[in-house]
């Protein structure tokens, strides 16, 4: 497995504005991806985090509103954009270690927008 | 894509009694399913998984089952304890992408 940080864990915004969301893994990983969750919802993956090149989002996800960097193997961020009492949500990065397919998430971001 | 329903929504259990979660997958070509327990404030973590060149895996009082003929697989845990309450996510995947169900509140009554 891997040792997953996330900061910050949680944060209250106003709306209009974006926060920036970190993901560090103490080995370098395979894959890194961001899902969120909804209050009292299941999971979904918002984008794979590519190294060196750009994100891949999934339906209904946009670059524009999620920004996404990874600089690095052990290293992604994830930004909110133009926020919305609708992001309130549990941000996760995960991480793949191998190809063996497991992945283990971070322990989340909490954000509430007002 | 990967649609994956999971089933009960909610399920309380006496201290010692067995807990069983069941999930159904709509893509034949899925061959990796986990099962992820979610504590209160904290991110979910994997706690078994199993592939489709198999059709059961244990690890101490978990077991998971998978029938990819009828697409469905279980999650069952014996002897259950406090502890063992909790959300329980289900998925499947044919690649990376993890396809989540819905979830499942356990509760484990003292």
């Known amino acids: 497995s891997a040792v997953i940080s996330q900061k910050p864990s949680r944060d209250i915004c106003q709306r209009g504005t974006s926060l920036t969301i970190q993901c560090q893994v103490d080995?370098?990983?395979?894959?890194m991806f961001w899902y969120r969750q909804q209050p009292g919802q299941s999971l979904t993956l918002i984008a794979t985090a590519n190294q060196g090149s750009e994100a891949t989002y999934e339906s209904g996800f946009v670059i524009d509103k999620f920004p996404i960097s990874r600089p690095n193997l052990t290293f992604s961020t994830l930004t909110v954009s133009n926020m919305s009492p609708e992001d309130s949500s549990i941000y996760l990065c995960?991480?793949?270690?191998?190809?063996?397919?497991?992945?283990?998430f971070g322990p989340g971001t909490r954000l509430t927008v007002t | 894509g990967e649609n994956v329903e999971q089933h009960p929504s909610t399920l309380s259990v006496q201290e010692g009694d067995s807990a069983v979660i069941k999930c159904t997958y709509s893509d034949s070509a899925s061959n990796y399913f986990p099962w992820y327990k979610q504590e209160l404030g904290k991110g979910p973590q994997l706690i078994i998984d199993i592939r489709s060149n198999v059709g059961e895996k244990k690890d101490q009082r978990i077991a998971v089952t998978l029938n990819k003929t009828a697409k469905h697989f279980s999650l069952h845990i014996t002897e259950t304890q406090p502890e063992d309450s909790a959300v329980y996510f289900c998925a499947a995947t044919p690649d990376y992408k993890l396809s989540f169900g819905a979830g499942t509140t356990v509760t484990v009554r003292a």
């Open positions: 080995s370098q990983v395979t894959m």
């Open positions: 995960s991480v793949m270690t191998s190809g063996s397919g497991e992945q283990y």
